[in-house]
C-alpha cells in the first residue's frame, strides 16, 4: 500500500486544520494507520492511531488529546486527522503509515510511510 498525506500549510494559533491520509494500492480496510510528526533536530513523535476496519479504537499522544480527532474513511481509502486550537508548537512535518506491529505508539513498528506534509503554525 502506498500513502500520501496532504492538507498541510500555514496557520495562526488557535486555528484548524485537516490533515488526510490517502491510500491506493492494497485493502486499505484491513490496516491500521497512525500519524507521527517530526520537529527539526527532533526524532519522530507518535501523534495518533485508529485501527483497522471500523476504526473504532484510537490513541492519542497526550499532547494532542482534546484537541487533534483522528478518523477514517474506508469507501475514500483515507484516515483524517482533524487538528484544532493548534499551537506554534504543533509545527511540524506530518507523517501516516501503516503499524506493521504490536506497539502502537513507536516509530519502528510502522511502514508504508507517505511523502508528509508540512503544518506551520504561526503565534
Known amino acids: 500500500v502506498q500513502l500520501v498525506e496532504s492538507g498541510g500549510g500555514l496557520v495562526q494559533a488557535g486555528g484548524s486544520l485537516r490533515l488526510s491520509c490517502s491510500a491506493s494500492g492494497g485493502i486499505f480496510s484491513d490496516y491500521n494507520i497512525g500519524w507521527f510528526s517530526r520537529t527539526p533536530g527532533k526524532e519522530l513523535e507518535f501523534v495518533a492511531v485508529i485501527s483497522e476496519k471500523s476504526g473504532s479504537t484510537t490513541f492519542y499522544a497526550h499532547s494532542v488529546k482534546g484537541r487533534f480527532i483522528i478518523s477514517r474513511d474506508n469507501a475514500k481509502n483515507s484516515v483524517y486527522l482533524q487538528m484544532d486550537s493548534l499551537e506554534p508548537e504543533d509545527t511540524a512535518v506530518y507523517y501516516c503509515?501503516?503499524?506493521?506491529?504490536?506497539?502502537?505508539?513507536?516509530?519502528?513498528?510502522?511502514?508504508?510511510w507517505g511523502p508528509g506534509t508540512q503544518v506551520t503554525v504561526s503565534s
Open positions: 503509515a501503516t503499524l506493521e506491529g504490536d506497539s502502537w505508539n513507536e516509530e519502528h513498528q510502522y511502514g508504508n
